[in-house]
């Protein structure tokens, strides 16, 4: 940072570092980020769609008239995908902000998608945020999870990655592996294998994002503005595949050919290799975030996929539902709202919550 800090902002900063929340510990993941411009291109709603100057923060806008979105303006095959998100504060019920990857406008039948979506809350609530994966159109074995955050999402960035080799995929929050999905043969074609574009937009879910479309999107508190920086996109670009192509064209083999050295590369990367302290940290996080998951969710699913990692202790605090059967405490400095104090004096996100989400 070349700007000079003045005393006291130097005072404040340290006073904000010192007052932080214990941190995950972990190093922090190298990741190169590029301008708008050098990889990502709009995608709806063009006039809500507002580029810093410098052209390496973007702003999504949801108002009355349309939300907003972009997309890389390559596909990969595999990688490494980031960027630090800030999302709306204040009343954002029926908002969602989604940050995934997705193939579906090429192979609409045998689609991938990697997500990770983020559901507004009204006034005082948190946002929750869910990853899921599908694999060659597997859209009726959605493998969904959600988690509150340990931070308030809405004051400040925070980064969020997906990792993707053909081995496995991982969720990171920060430099926190939330969730890793290993490749495993029973899965089958339920693990994405085809190139997919990476994408960020925010929308109008009224119908089903808050307590099932209850809480519908309130324009009254608009426009809603979600925030990206520090753009990361890393990873084997291929060519946009040809619509519907069943079987590898000389193109497509010749690419992943191309594809193994940046593969290989991804998988020495620091996002890629999974030590002990990260195992730790995701398993932490997840004890203590984590509110539902499809493992557990045995009235939709009454065989547990292949990938599920049942722990005993674990499955005894969900319900059949796969919802938490107990409320979560909120940790973390939370940004105190009225609304906040009028809900949860003790800070606890009440069991009727985690129900809902
Ligand atoms: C981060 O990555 C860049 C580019 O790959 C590299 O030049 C740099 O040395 C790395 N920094 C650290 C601390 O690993
Ligand atoms: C993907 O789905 C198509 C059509 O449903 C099927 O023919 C193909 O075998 C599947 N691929 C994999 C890898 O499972």
């Known amino acids: 940072m070349a700007r000079l800090l003045a005393p006291s902002a130097v005072a404040l900063l340290l006073l904000v570092l010192l007052a932080a929340p214990a941190v995950s510990g972990l190093p922090a993941i190298n990741v190169t980020t590029m301008a708008f411009e050098e990889g990502y291109a709009p995608l709806f709603g063009h006039d809500n769609i507002l580029r810093s100057a410098d052209d390496r923060t973007v702003s999504l806008l949801l108002d009355r008239s349309t939300g907003s979105g972009f997309i890389s303006s390559s596909m990969y095959h595999h990688g490494f995908f980031s960027a630090s998100i800030k999302l709306p504060s204040d009343y954002t019920a029926g908002v969602v902000v989604a940050f995934y990857m997705s193939n579906g406008d090429v192979f609409e039948k045998r689609h991938d998608e990697l997500d990770f979506e983020f559901l507004g809350?009204?006034?005082?609530?948190?946002?929750?945020?869910?990853?899921?994966?599908?694999?060659?159109?597997?859209?009726?074995?959605?493998?969904?999870?959600?988690?509150?955050?340990?931070?308030?999402?809405?004051?400040?960035?925070?980064?969020?990655?997906?990792?993707?080799?053909?081995?496995?995929?991982?969720?990171?929050?920060?430099?926190?592996?939330?969730?890793?999905?290993?490749?495993?043969?029973?899965?089958?074609?339920?693990?994405?294998?085809?190139?997919?574009?990476?994408?960020?937009?925010?929308?109008?879910?009224?119908?089903?994002?808050?307590?099932?479309?209850?809480?519908?999107?309130?324009?009254?508190?608009?426009?809603?503005?979600?925030?990206?920086?520090?753009?990361?996109?890393?990873?084997?670009?291929?060519?946009?595949?040809?619509?519907?192509?069943?079987?590898?064209?000389?193109g497509v083999q010749q690419q992943a050919a191309a594809c193994a050295a940046a593969d290989a590369a991804l998988r020495a990367s620091d996002a890629a290799v999974m030590t002990v302290e990260k195992l730790q940290a995701m398993r932490r996080f997840r004890e203590q975030n984590m509110v539902y998951s499809y493992c557990y969710d045995t009235r939709r699913y009454p065989d547990a996929f292949p990938e599920c990692d049942v722990v005993e202790a674990e499955r005894r605090r969900f319900k059949d539902s796969g919802h938490l059967r107990l409320a979560l405490r909120r940790r973390g400095p939370r940004r105190s709202r009225p609304g906040a104090v009028a809900r949860g004096a003790a800070g606890r996100a009440t069991k009727k919550q985690a129900a809902e989400i």
């Open 121 to 250: 809350n009204i006034r005082g609530r948190p946002w929750r945020v869910q990853t899921n994966v599908y694999g060659n159109g597997s859209v009726s074995r959605g493998r969904e999870e959600r988690y509150v955050l340990p931070f308030d999402p809405t004051t400040e960035f925070h980064r969020y990655s997906i990792l993707w080799t053909p081995a496995a995929v991982a969720f990171y929050v920060d430099d926190v592996p939330v969730r890793e999905v290993r490749r495993s043969p029973a899965m089958g074609g339920d693990f994405p294998s085809k190139p997919m574009a990476l994408y960020a937009t925010v929308w109008d879910a009224s119908t089903w994002a808050t307590s099932g479309g209850r809480y519908r999107v309130n324009y009254r508190y608009g426009p809603f503005v979600a925030s990206f920086t520090d753009l990361a996109l890393l990873g084997c670009r291929v060519d946009r595949p040809v619509r519907m192509v069943t079987t590898p064209t000389p």
